[in-house]
């Protein structure tokens, strides 16, 4: 009997020190792999600066080696030759002057196939060679979503991000977006003549949950209805500087209108945002603010997490940070 005690004794001591064992493994488990997460992310973001100094890099010898357009060759005059005289034509016999017509002026197309949206001093006022043109650099945008969940834990916050942004932006050529705004803007108005067009993959938003964001990746393809209406899209309407909030500084604080459409639906929408120049041929254009779901139709998903039943709220937080190129002249391509 006491035999049997000590073995009994002796296998509770085994699966206690086992489980001890087990305990202090899954301890280092969970330590190396926040470790190698943190190292995974510092690498990413090194990657990401490295791809954005590369494309500054070869955008510059790109210029470097791009020459100047050539210079028009004056053609000497030709030598007039004598006509016989004519009798004199009274005036009244002229035929009148033809009016010239005004430069093209037409804006170009979207890609819906629809013209941009006129703005305030827009196009009708600016031909085709007075406008500045942007277009959405491959790396270096960021696009954030943030929002909050309520669990039987209490709030959960989830977020989802990605890096692509894709679109134009076209500015006033007098407008020089690389200086400070008291040096570029004098003699221009408030509302700035702009157009702009992006769109946002949806399945190019992942998410920053370390546990389950597949799942919940899924799911938000499925609330913002993506099989049917796969990018987020964004037509600019007009865009006013807010005055005084730039001075002195190379950043120039504005207000936007246009149109925001998710899951089919176009709302008017407003951004306050800032332009930032990066070097000398790129904008990052940054803007913030809140979107409530519903007002697109979309119904805030609910669903078990981890075993808990979880309701999303109604409204997140929209943060998008778009790196945009200068376009160069035609003629210059070579």
Not at 85 to 114: H, R, Y
Not at 115 to 122: A, R, Y
Not at 131 to 147: A, F, K, L, Q
């Amino acid at each position: 009997m006491r035999t049997k005690a000590v073995a009994v004794l002796v296998m509770a001591m085994g699966l206690t020190a086992a489980f001890t064992y087990l305990l202090v493994a899954n301890h280092y488990q969970r330590q190396q792999l926040t470790i190698l997460r943190t190292e995974l992310s510092r690498l990413e973001a090194e990657r990401a600066a490295l791809e954005e100094k590369l494309v500054e890099t070869q955008e510059q010898l790109r210029i470097a080696r791009t020459p100047p357009p050539p210079a028009a060759k004056s053609r000497p005059a030709p030598t007039p030759k004598a006509e016989p005289a004519s009798p004199p034509v009274s005036q009244s016999a002229a035929p009148p002057a033809q009016p010239q017509s005004p430069p093209s002026a037409e804006p170009p197309t979207s890609e819906l196939g629809e013209p941009l949206m006129p703005v305030i001093g827009g196009y009708p006022v600016l031909p085709a060679g007075y406008w500045t043109s942007y277009v959405g650099s491959p790396t270096g945008s960021v696009c954030r979503i943030d929002g909050q969940a309520t669990g039987s834990r209490g709030i959960i916050a989830w977020r989802v991000e990605g890096g692509l942004i894709k679109g134009r932006f076209d500015v006033d050529a007098r407008l020089d977006l690389h200086q400070p705004a008291s040096v570029s803007s004098g003699g221009l108005s408030r509302n700035v003549a702009a157009r702009a067009e992006l769109s946002i993959p949806i399945r190019s938003l992942k998410s920053q949950a370390t546990v389950g964001a597949a799942t919940m990746e899924s799911r938000l393809q499925q609330a913002l209805n993506a099989s049917a209406y796969p990018n987020l899209y964004y037509r600019l309407g007009s865009l006013a500087l807010v005055p005084g909030s730039s001075v002195g500084a190379r950043r120039w604080s504005f207000l936007s209108r246009g149109q925001l459409a998710i899951n089919g639906v176009t709302n008017d929408w407003e951004w306050l945002g800032r332009i930032e120049p990066v070097g000398r041929d790129r904008l990052k254009i940054i803007v913030e603010g809140p979107i409530q779901l519903s007002a697109f139709r979309i119904t805030p998903p609910r669903d078990v997490v981890m075993g808990q039943p979880v309701q999303v709220h109604d409204v997140v937080n929209v943060y998008l940070s778009w790196l945009v190129v200068r376009e160069q002249p035609e003629a210059w391509v070579r």
